[in-house]
Nanobody, 129 residues
Framework: QVQLVESGGGLVQAGGSLRLSCAASGRTFSSAVMGWFRQAPGKEREFVAGISRGGGRKYYAASVKDRFAISRDNARNTVYLQMNSLKPEDTAVYYC??????????????????????WGQGTQVTVST
């Protein structure tokens, strides 16, 4: 079993920044690819960013590319999502996810919810105008 706990969400004005953290416990963190997803009210959960086991490969949804940055610290069992230039449309609950089975690690693999084995409970991000 793996426990994932997100933190760092909150209310921010448009143009502002937030950094989300996701702390993992229970299995070897460095064995998992990690992803961030988000879900806005009435919408499906969507892929935001993903990072490979060693951190050398990163993928981003087009809507956040050049504004968000994913990183991980395997010594601290934590993955981060730095969010800059936030927009009202970024408002959502943000979830981190861990995937131990992923092998090919293409963008399409990271973007699939079914590629992940464990999920956190989410943290709310609200961007005001």
């Amino acid at each position: 079993q793996v426990q994932l706990v997100e933190s760092g969400g909150g209310l921010v004005q448009a143009g502002g920044s937030l950094r989300l953290s996701c702390a993992a416990s229970g299995r070897t963190f460095s064995s998992a690819v990690m992803g961030w997803f988000r879900q806005a009210p009435g919408k499906e959960r969507e892929f935001v960013a993903g990072i490979s086991r060693g951190g050398g490969r990163k993928y981003y949804a087009a809507s956040v590319k050049d504004r968000f940055a994913i990183s991980r610290d395997n010594a601290r069992n934590t993955v981060y999502l730095q969010m800059n230039s936030l927009k009202p449309e970024d408002t959502a609950v943000y979830y981190c996810a861990a995937g131990f089975r992923m092998t090919l690690e293409r963008y399409s693999d990271y973007a699939l919810k079914s590629g992940y084995d464990y999920w956190g409970q989410g943290t709310q991000v609200t961007v005001s105008t």
